[in-house]
């Protein structure tokens, strides 16, 4: 059998009901947010007596959910983040080079081109 992260809650080990707000763990992972899958696709919870065996591969598929969401690992004091230092920290488009990506016939705002027909 294999870790995978429980299709349920998405690694998150809660839910929450779209229609009322209410949130609970996940009945499917037992709040771990992982499950074993066995050869044929059937996903089951993990044992609790298993914990001790799988933490480090846990541990690992946790880490590697987070990096997915962008958390770098690294703790930074509140007064060191950029958004509290009103920088946007979303990665920015690299620049073009001169000539590259230029369009050959931009729109004009107000032109021809914007009115509605």
Known sequence: MQIVRCVAC????WQSDDFTGEV???DWCDATGYVYRDADGVDHRI???DYGH??????????????EMGYTGGAVHPDEQA???GIDPTPQPPTPLHGEG???NPVQPGGEDDQLR
Not at 10 to 13: I, K, M, V
Not at 54 to 67: N, W
């Open 24 to 26: 609970g763990d996940c």
């Open 102 to 104: 230029e369009q050959k």
């Open 54 to 67: 799988v933490a480090a591969i846990l541990e690992g598929l946790e880490t590697e959910r987070l990096h």
């Open 47 to 49: 044992p609790a007596a």
């Open 83 to 85: 958004i509290r230092q």
């Open 10 to 13: 998405d690694g998150y080990g």
